[in-house]
């Protein structure tokens, strides 16, 4: 084991000093992605700070017209909760389709956008729904915020604190997993809300969660998998891996789009 | 999930045919029962293994120096190490052909260079990254067709063991990569091609898969100048026994094999495996010695034989086959380990259950740069039957013969002469066919699904000969309190033979099973077996312990006539022994030994009038949903039926059988290592999907049929393997059914059944 120093702030604040003060230092919040990532040796922080202990991250309220979900609250939370369901029922399913039992009692939906693994399922729901990242310093927008594969707009000594959701009037996910690890293979978020139409993609992108405008455009007229039938996307760009080919992705993608679309 | 079962029991008496739950089963899931891979011994040492990354190469220098200067590094070994304390560091069942760690070559990644030794674990695994090498890279074979006619060759020089007869004519051979051929001729198939009104020919191919068992393989190697004792996940420690010995150029009563539960094996942990290397270790560090793999560096040590199966039959004008060719290829991977078993034991089944004058089959077992590749649950032969089941399949729908009444046609029956020249006996296979059409409701039309998800149903149905001929030989010990103990060799690793043998003998000598103490496996005090494999097990051992249970109680009955008690006198076996040494004092010890009788097969013709003991049959039928627009496979039923004589233990037998099938299954869906010039890029369980509760078929059936093997113990034989045979083809041809198209290739994962169904519309995938 390597030595790597400990810390667990109560407030945002002191967690923004904590990082601030050291380059090094890694936030823990469920700790799915990160401790795996120690254990395997692929990084060696040399801090961690625990966000477990600081109140008021967690927590889901509807506001208005938006669904405010706190950064540590655990994807299980988000699955079982009654709000959620009433307000966006897409977002509870997707949030019980992450991993298993274990993992969405201890992951959190900040960690995961914070860290936007390129098959995680959150990203798919934040770009689908054009949510609102807020920060310990901003709000940042949802086509703002994702950068690439494991990068997002965060700055060094910037922590998410809630997300907000703008309530949609139609959505819904469809996921097809990877067999082994239960992330996406491919994922495709769709939505309505007025005239503002998305569709996100994740696990397909070489650079993580996208939109794919050509079918945003194809369902202004009709928000119906009619809309885009016949319609592909191409496989340049995406992600080809063992689990599968780019075209199989590509092919997913079209698929998944309109199963989604019959649910919404 | 559904589950249907119905073994017929053995009505014998009060133990035999009875669900006796497993005498273990506490201890496991109380976490108090002991494993190697958990087990430490004072002032032992750790080891990290460090690794060759490249396929084929020479090794031009293997820098320790920075690892033996870390804090806590007690010792860093290559080769030229372990030479010093074994001089000829080779071993291995078939040929001594695997060095101690890698000697000049490397053959494969992930084969062992260098060992880091520490008191902690973490230490060694530090120092092993500060270990460097330089290789000068050699061109690399990796298909198993290709191996034959390589110019590559993975060994320079072939160096069969001498444990077996068949292989004695490739000693010395240079210029191969074929570790064995094992032929059977029967009949004239070329006459019999000539004449037929079809002929098909097809070729499939599996994948690299690995055993995964969830107790990583790990032994614990204590040497010292008077003797040696090695703690291992074994399973066949007299085995083991026997090629330490002859490491060491010594007897074998100086050799200790002890052997706890194992976490499980499937063939991964037979013959010797790491037991060579932690035996040098210990001997140069002078202090017990732990090698304990990762479930990643599994990946590195064995696995299952990925396969070419080339076959063709030639079928009359009234649907009998009258011919079948059969070249089988297997990929055996760096080291032979007992790929040359494999390719002669489920090589002279490789023309399947069916009744065919004339057989022509050629299987080779072939080295190539990759993990070595041993047995898995099966041997090989649900390698084969996923060809020929699938093959056979493909020609009842080429011919528009119903695919029941083709195999009908064409079954081999009861008294008619195997391929091999052996007659069939007590081979239930057309109860099993009977009983499968009747689970499935095959006469009856099914639902075909409507929209995108089209469903469709399989089977297929299997033979196989035991590994033969092997010996066993068990001890039953009557106490003076009349308490009674069983040592047997017999591993059980999770398949419950403990209690099974446990029942055997409480039949014999009257008493529950319950009661039985199975002694923990220990060379020293249990005596020699053969190996906990191919289903072996129960037929060999069993016919052992229930001898050693019956001379027991001969000598019962006779100690009971010495100390004058009338003919058939019930008198309790404590008060018996008083009555022989005045207090409670003395044994009864009875023995058994079992061996087969058996003709090798000829070479040449590969024929034989007595080619095995007993036969495995089993069938497998799946129905299957299929997503057509994603290739999303649903397996919404999986019938399991087998032949296995009578049951000793009903609920074992059930598990035996829906743990082999689940097994099968995630070979067949989704297992398999992916290669990159000779890297496994999917070393992880996260990348490998292993089968979880959520791939068990929504229903599932495990059914045996009612019938007795009459050479068995108690009317039994073998059932750890044989549900796995079917599996594969039986899933591939109700993929058929449903959808109109044929997988030659496992895995059948969602991304190949959609490219095969987008080949057949006319738009292969990436050509819009």
Same mark, same amino acid.
């Given at each position: ?29 469920? *700790? ?32 208005? &017209? ?7 609250? &655990? ?5 079982? %909760? ?99 690890? *239960? ?7 769709? %939505? ?15 650079? *993580? ?56 | ?90 071993? #291995? ?10 000697? $000049? ?94 002929? =098909?020919?097809? /070729? =499939? ?69 790491? /037991? ?20 990643? /560096? ?7 034989? +990925? ?18 060719? @059969? ?108 009983? !499968? ?20 149903? #399989? ?52 008493? +529950? ?28 051992? #069993? ?17 009971? @006539?010495?100390?004058? /008690? ?103 869906? =989704?297992?398999?290592?992916? !290669? ?14 292993? +089968? ?19 050479? $068995? ?12 045979? @079917? ?42």
């Amino acid at each position: 084991m390597y030595a790597f120093t400990y810390h667990r702030p109560t407030t945002v604040r002191q967690a923004v000093n904590l990082l601030a003060k050291n380059s090094e230092a890694k936030l823990l919040a469920g *700790g799915h992605s990160l401790i795996p990532v120690m254990k395997l040796r692929l990084g060696s922080p040399g801090a961690l700070i625990d966000m477990n202990k600081i109140e008021g991250l967690s927590g889901i309220e509807l506001k208005g &017209r938006s669904l405010v979900i706190g950064a540590m609250t &655990r994807h299980g939370e988000v699955a079982t %909760s009654q709000v959620v369901k009433e307000a966006l029922p897409a977002l509870a399913d997707l949030a019980g389709m992450i991993g298993d039992p274990a993992v969405r009692h201890r992951g959190t939906i900040g960690g995961a956008i914070a860290h936007n693994d390129p098959s995680a399922d959150y990203p798919a729901a934040v770009l689908g729904l054009g949510a609102t990242i807020i920060t310990s310093k901003r709000r940042i927008e949802a086509d703002e915020f994702f950068k690439g594969m494991f990068e997002t707009a965060l700055e060094p000594d910037e922590i998410i604190t809630k997300v907000s959701f703008p309530l949609a009037k139609k959505a819904a996910y469809q996921k097809f997993k990877q067999p082994a690890s *239960g992330f996406a293979l491919v994922g495709v978020f769709v %939505s309505k809300r007025g005239a503002d139409i998305r569709v996100a993609v994740t696990g397909a992108g070489a650079s *993580g969660a996208f939109r794919v405008t050509a079918f945003e455009e194809a369902l202004k007229k009709r928000f119906s998998p009619k809309s885009i039938e016949g319609m592909t996307v191409p496989a340049t760009g995406l992600n080809g891996d063992i689990h599968g080919s780019a075209e199989y992705r590509a092919h997913l993608i079209a698929v998944l789009a309109r199963r989604a679309l019959a649910a919404a | 999930m559904a589950t249907i079962t119905d073994q017929g029991t053995a009505k014998v008496g009060a133990q035999v045919g009875r669900s006796v739950p497993r005498l273990e089963g506490r201890d496991k899931v109380t976490g108090r029962a002991e494993y190697t891979h958990t087990m430490r011994l004072s002032g032992m040492l750790h080891v990290k293994l460090f690794r060759s990354t490249v396929a084929h190469g020479r090794i031009k220098s293997v820098d320790t120096s920075a690892a033996k200067k870390l804090p806590g590094v007690a010792h860093v070994v290559t080769i030229e190490d372990v030479r010093k304390v074994i001089p000829d560091p080779y071993y #291995g069942p078939a040929f001594h052909d695997q060095p101690i760690l890698a000697d $000049g070559k490397v053959r494969f990644v992930g084969e062992p260079v260098a060992a880091v030794l520490a008191a902690d674990p973490h230490v060694a695994e530090q120092a092993a990254q500060l270990i460097v090498a330089e290789y000068e890279e050699l061109p690399a074979v990796y298909d198993e067709v290709e191996a034959l006619t390589s110019k590559v060759h993975v060994h320079d020089v072939l160096k069969p063991a001498g444990t077996f007869a068949d292989l004695k004519h490739l000693k010395d051979a240079k210029g191969t990569n074929l570790a064995l051929d094992y032929r059977l001729r029967r009949g004239d198939v070329d006459k019999a091609f000539a004449s037929a009104a079809h002929v =098909f020919e097809h /070729e =499939f191919r599996t994948q690299k898969v690995l055993h995964l068992s969830f107790e990583p393989h790990a032994t614990i190697a204590d040497y010292k100048d008077s003797g040696v004792t090695l703690h291992t996940a074994s399973q066949g420690p007299s085995f083991v026994r026997t090629e330490i010995a002859r490491l060491l150029g010594w007897p074998e009563n100086k050799v200790r094999i002890k052997v706890p539960y194992l976490g499980s094996g499937y063939g991964s942990k037979l013959y010797i495996k790491l /037991e060579a290397l932690a035996l040098a270790l210990s001997m140069i560090a002078r202090l017990p010695v732990k090698v304990a793999l990762t479930m990643e /560096e599994m990946f590195y040590q064995i696995t299952k034989h +990925p396969s070419t199966f080339r076959i063709k039959s030639g079928v009359d004008k009234d649907g009998k086959i009258i011919a079948r060719k @059969c070249e089988v290829y297997w990929n055996g991977g760096a080291y032979a380990d007992i790929g040359p078993r494999v390719t002669q034991k489920s090589g002279l089944t490789a023309s399947g259950p069916y009744d065919i004058d004339n057989v022509w089959i050629d299987s080779y077992a072939l080295y190539t740069n990759m993990t070595p590749a041993g047995a898995l649950r099966g041997f090989g032969v649900p390698q084969l039957v996923w060809a020929y089941e699938s093959h056979t399949d493909m020609i009842a729908r080429a011919l528009k013969i119903d695919a029941v009444e083709f195999r009908r046609k064409n079954l081999l029956r009861e008294g008619r002469p195997h391929p091999t020249g052996t007659v069939l006996k007590d081979a239930a296979i057309e109860k099993v066919l009977d009983r !499968l059409v009747e689970r499935i409701n095959w006469k009856q039309p099914m639902d075909r699904g409507t929209g995108v998800v089209r469903r469709g149903r #399989g089977l297929g149905i299997a033979i196989k000969a035991v590994i033969s001929p092997t010996t066993s030989v068990a001890i039953v010990n009557v106490s003076a309190d009349g308490s009674v103990a069983l040592y047997c060799g017999t591993i059980d690793m999770g398949q419950g033979s403990d209690t099974a043998m446990a029942q055997m003998v409480g039949e014999v000598l009257n008493m +529950p099973a319950e009661s039985v103490r199975v002694v923990q496996r220990d060379t020293d005090v249990t005596p020699y077996d053969m190996g906990t494999l191919g289903s072996r097990s129960l037929f060999h051992m #069993g016919h052992a312990v229930r001898r050693a249970a019956e001379d027991a109680q001969e000598k019962l009955k006779a100690l009971a @006539c010495e100390v004058g /008690e009338p003919e058939g006198s019930n008198i309790p076996i404590p008060a018996l022994f008083v009555k022989k040494y005045g207090m409670q004092a003395g044994n009864v010890i009875g023995t058994g030994i079992y061996k087969p009788d058996y003709v090798p097969p000829a070479p040449g013709t590969g024929l034989s009038s007595n080619v095995t003991p007993f036969w495995m049959i089993s069938g497998a039928g799946a129905e299957v949903e299929v997503d057509t627009e994603t290739g999303h496979i649903k397996i919404a039923k999986l019938i399991s039926v087998l032949d296995i004589g009578k049951s000793i233990n009903p609920k074992i037998v059930e598990t035996q059988i829906s743990g082999a099938a689940l097994m099968q299954l995630g070979f067949t869906m =989704f297992e398999k290592m992916h !290669l990159d010039g000779g890297q496994v890029t999917n070393a992880s369980l996260a990348d490998y999907k292993i +089968p979880g509760f959520h791939d068990v078929p929504t229903a599932m059936e495990n059914l045996t049929v009612d019938v007795t093997q009459s050479n $068995g113990p108690f009317g039994a034989k073998g059932v750890g393997e044989v549900s796995t045979f @079917c599996v594969s083809p039986a899933i591939a041809n109700a993929i058929d059914d449903a959808v109109g198209v044929r997988l030659m290739e496992l895995p059948l994962n969602p991304e190949s059944v959609l490219r095969a169904l987008r080949v057949k519309a006319g738009k292969p995938l990436g050509d819009e």
